[in-house]
């Protein structure tokens, strides 16, 4: 397990890319905010879902999911896995278990998982991509912990969205944690109780792994809208 505090979405993303490639190690990262970024999935269309991007700096990750703006206030919770766990067999059987887990610890909040966004109720929490290979599988997460309706104007409603949003707004189709956990601990430590159940989750020091850290292969940043 590994546990940082704002660290930037870019050297994060560059972590995880990194982490898929070390066999048979399993992760758990979770980062507690970021410097303000505004993050597209790999696929994207930048000029069709971001309005302008000022000086906020725009990254492309390496895996798929939707167009998110990422602040201090973002909480990122991240599975890297052998597929040889039975949780993580497929993304089907990694986000089910998540969803299992959260409910484990939170058995009042009414959470779970619609097509592929966390939810409490019918309104979305946290947004998640994957990434699979042939022996490796990643699932990440960036929960709202809490959101700024100002910076999420530079997001222009996605022409592709699930079902379940019904053309609402951001603001409509929204929630966050912080209508119900006083600080973003207090949603992870039962969390990580729960998964100690199961599992000896071991802290990894970041500085090791930072000596091997090289650029990443996949996630780029976009410096220009029309670049």
Known sequence: ????????????????????EMPCENYLLINYGTPDAIVLGKSNDRLALVDEKGDVPLIRRFSGGGTVYVDHSTLFITWI??????????????????VKTIKKAHPLLEFNRIETDYVIQDKKVGGTAQYVKKDRILHHTSFLFDYSKEKLRVLKQPLKAPAYRQNRSHE???????????????????????????????KTSILEILKTLKSPKQTVILHSLKS
């Not at 994060?12 to 890319?17: D, P, R, S, T, V």
């Not at 896995?81 to 990694?94: P, Y």
């Not at 159940?197 to 071991?202: I, P, S, T």
């Open 81 to 98: 896995l052998s597929k040889e766990l039975n949780m993580a067999k497929c993304v089907d059987t990694l986000f089910d278990w998540t």
């Open 172 to 202: 409509e189709f929204l929630t966050t944690l912080n209508t119900r956990f006083a600080v973003p601990e207090d949603f992870v430590h039962p969390y990580l109780v729960e998964l100690e159940k199961d599992f000896f989750l071991e």
């Open 1 to 20: 397990m590994i546990e940082l505090k704002k660290m930037p979405i870019f050297q994060m993303l560059a972590l995880e890319e990194h982490l898929l």
